[in-house]
Nanobody
């Protein structure tokens, strides 16, 4: 059974940085490529796609709101995907989730409904 375990959330001041990790258990994405995504959901708002990476070739995708500030990457040896978040803003405050899907990223990465596996979430709070 595939399990995703996030870590790395916390509280920072605006302009600070955090790195989120998503460890994948029960599946080796180096054997069969998948799309790994990071989503976030703030209170009262819909879940939105933040970034995604296709583990087979490393293609990456970003929401306009985080381009140039966030970087998604993968460590195949650790079966782990990361989200490096720099220049954080108060509007980045949300619960962050990692997710996995067998669909190609290009058509699906923004749609939570296309992702079948989810982590438990990790809270990111950015104060002004």
């Amino acid at each position: 059974q595939v399990q995703l375990v996030e870590s790395g959330g916390g509280s920072v001041q605006a302009g600070g940085s955090l790195r989120l990790s998503c460890a994948v258990f029960g599946y080796s994405y180096t054997v069969s490529s998948i799309c790994m995504g990071w989503f976030r959901q703030a209170p009262g708002k819909e879940r939105e796609g933040v970034a995604a990476i296709y583990t087979g070739g490393g293609s990456t995708y970003y929401a306009d709101s985080v381009k140039g500030r966030f970087t998604i990457s993968q460590d195949n040896a650790k079966n782990t995907v990361y989200l490096q978040m720099n220049s954080l803003k108060p509007e980045d405050t949300a619960m962050y989730y990692c997710a996995a899907t067998g669909y190609l990223c290009g058509g699906s990465w923004r749609r939570p409904s296309d992702f079948g596996y989810w982590g438990q979430g990790t809270q990111v709070t950015v104060s002004s």
